[in-house]
T-cell receptor, first 115, second 113 residues
Framework: AQKVTQAQTEISVVEKEDVTLDCVYETRDTTYYLFWYKQPPSGELVFLIRRNSFDEQNEISGRYSWNFQKSTSSFNFTITASQVVDSAVYFCALSEADTGNQFYFGTGTSLTVIP | DAGVTQSPTHLIKTRGQQVTLRCSPKSGHDTVSWYQQALGQGPQFIFQYYEEEERQRGNFPDRFSGHQFPNYSSELNVNALLLGDSALYLC????????????FGPGTRLTVL
């Protein structure tokens, strides 16, 4: 079974629109970590955020915000006022203490911001 | 502060050959993980090295092997290459093998003909 599901394969928005990328995870572990990475066309994964399972506070960093809800096993990512430079593939990942903290990645969401 | 580096950038091999990919971790990191990313897919965990030992392994055959050196750098070896091994191979480093953030290198694009 897929541990991380990113149901949105591709999203296109017009510049300055807000966009939310969904991430649903599955785990029985009580200690786990959630991550978001950005992969531009160059291929290198760029770290965006890390959240542990005991901290459900939402976080805002500039135009980026994250909504962590354990009740629905979701860790969604919102970009406000999108820009062309936000165009990339975004990956959500899960790391569980019980499985040695290996990373499980979703299949990614390809975001295109149209100028 | 140097980030994660990988070499080579691109590689073309033929079926049955062997390949070695190299990775130097971010300064201060002692744990290296390797991932395979097929086109259009998310990265798949191959294995993780810490203190020169393989600590965790994903669902990959024994043709995939690795090594970590005393300076924390690492190699990924793939024997008897198959067409399906064509992918982007990513190296990530972290401080300790726990749930720490993993920082990724630019990857090595392997093409098997």
């Amino acid at each position: 079974a897929q541990k991380v599901t990113q149901a949105q394969t591709e999203i296109s928005v017009v510049e300055k629109e807000d966009v939310t990328l969904d991430c649903v995870y599955e785990t029985r572990d009580t200690t786990y970590y959630l991550f978001w990475y950005k992969q531009p066309p160059s291929g290198e994964l760029v770290f965006l955020i890390r959240r542990n399972s005991f901290d459900e506070q939402n976080e805002i960093s500039g135009r980026y915000s994250w909504n962590f809800q354990k009740s629905t096993s979701s860790f969604n990512f919102t970009i406000t006022a999108s820009q062309v430079v936000d165009s990339a593939v975004y990956f959500c990942a899960l790391s569980e203490a019980d499985t040695g903290n290996q990373f499980y990645f979703g299949t990614g969401t390809s975001l295109t911001v149209i100028p | 502060d140097a980030g994660v580096t990988q070499s080579p950038t691109h590689l073309i091999k033929t079926r049955g050959q062997q390949v070695t990919l190299r990775c130097s971790p971010k300064s201060g990191h002692d744990t290296v993980s390797w991932y395979q990313q097929a086109l259009g897919q998310g990265p798949q965990f191959i294995f993780q090295y810490y203190e020169e030992e393989e600590r965790q392994r994903g669902n990959f055959p024994d043709r995939f092997s690795g090594h970590q050196f005393p300076n924390y750098s690492s190699e990924l070896n793939v024997n008897a290459l198959l067409l399906g091994d064509s992918a982007l191979y990513l190296c990530a480093s972290s401080f300790l093998p726990g749930g720490d953030t993993q920082y990724f290198g630019p990857g090595t694009r392997l093409t098997v003909l």
